[in-house]
């Protein structure tokens, strides 16, 4: 069993080192900033990876809903 902890997303927010100049990263960065309410930055989330999140051998249904197989190498789980 997988140990979980968390970061919150002002941590992911600001953690820049493992990404390079990625325009939609930027843009999704931008949208959390002027949408999320007050408070959003001590918000907590797991991290996990995408086979503790989604299995071993997730359906490709689903991982056509929730990452782009180009951008994120969801074929590599």
Request: proline residues 5%; glycine residues 6%.
């Amino acid at each position: 069993m997988a140990v979980v902890t968390c970061i919150t997303i002002g941590e992911l927010y600001d953690d820049t080192s493992k990404h390079d100049d990625n325009g939609v990263l930027e843009r999704l960065k931008q949208l959390v900033k002027n949408n999320f309410p007050e408070g959003w930055r001590e918000w907590k989330v797991a991290r996990l990876s995408k086979k503790d999140t989604v299995g071993a051998n997730p359906d490709p249904q689903l991982l056509n809903k929730i990452c782009s197989p180009h951008d994120w190498n969801c074929n590599g789980l």
